[in-house]
């Protein structure tokens, strides 16, 4: 028997826990540089708080991970845990180019056979995509990205 949990009022509780640990983690930003963290923070708070206020008027219960494969799921949180450490070290590029190629192998994997060429048009396609965001982060907008050994 799987346990029964009011999901909405844990999300809403978990996104207020969340808001307040960055609210006060903002420290010392510009005026201008934390308008988009605050605008962040102030939607999560929002939603937040209208999950717990429907978690305790609407009450619905649901098993948590009931659905959906939980190998599955500890393997995608396992290489987005190894793609977040990588960052500091490959840089943000090189992490997410290999990262994303990897999960999108594994997530693939476990509905049919990868072959390489398929493996190398999605690595074509991940490499697309992230040239993409990096060229808006780094260049137009400025953001300073984790470098590693590459860039």
Known sequence: M???TNTDLFAGILGLVLVGIF???RGEVGHLSIMFPNAILFLLGVFSVALVVKGLVRPHRRSVFSEG???KILGTGTILFVWVIAIPYAGFFLASVAGFW???CYLAS???KVTPLQAGKW???VL???TFFYMIF????YVPLPTGLFF
């Open 110 to 112: 476990t509905h049919r």
């Open 128 to 130: 697309a995509e992230v």
């Open 2 to 4: 799987k346990r029964q």
């Open 23 to 25: 609210w006060y983690g």
């Open 138 to 141: 780094a260049k137009l907008l």
């Open 123 to 125: 690595l074509c396609i």
């Open 102 to 104: 990897g999960l999108t």
């Open 69 to 71: 494969d939980r190998g």
